[in-house]
């Protein structure tokens, strides 16, 4: 669960491991160990300068959810992220005249959808 948080969490703020390795000041070979399929789980002090560099809490990255409630849009945009993102992947391999007929669908849709 920490390793596919952390990783949609990395990938949603468009960052690379190198970047967040000079955020956080932790080696980025560690961090790519969070990351691998060895799934290591960092000590609390090295999740906390994750969660912070990444605007998020360690709640969060461990579980998946957070209480706090000042943060609720960011998850809630996340999760919208997270329930979308292979979609968007495979809309980006569209051609243009495809993915413009698709667009026009969708528009259309949600027009009809929000009367």
Request: without cysteine.
């Amino acid at each position: 669960m920490f390793r596919e948080n952390l990783k949609d969490i990395i990938e949603y703020k468009g960052l690379r491991t190198k970047e967040l390795s000079a955020l956080t000041k932790i080696n980025k070979r560690t961090i790519d160990s969070y990351l691998d399929s060895r799934a290591v789980l960092p000590n609390a002090e090295v999740a906390v300068k994750l969660a912070k560099a990444l605007g998020t809490t360690v709640e969060f990255l461990v579980t998946g959810e957070d209480a706090v409630n000042h943060e609720q849009k960011l998850y809630s945009d996340f999760e919208t992220y997270r329930k979308y993102k292979k979609l968007v992947a495979e809309l980006d391999t569209l051609s243009p005249e495809l993915l413009k007929s698709i667009e026009a669908m969708i528009h259309t849709a949600a027009e009809i959808a929000n009367k």
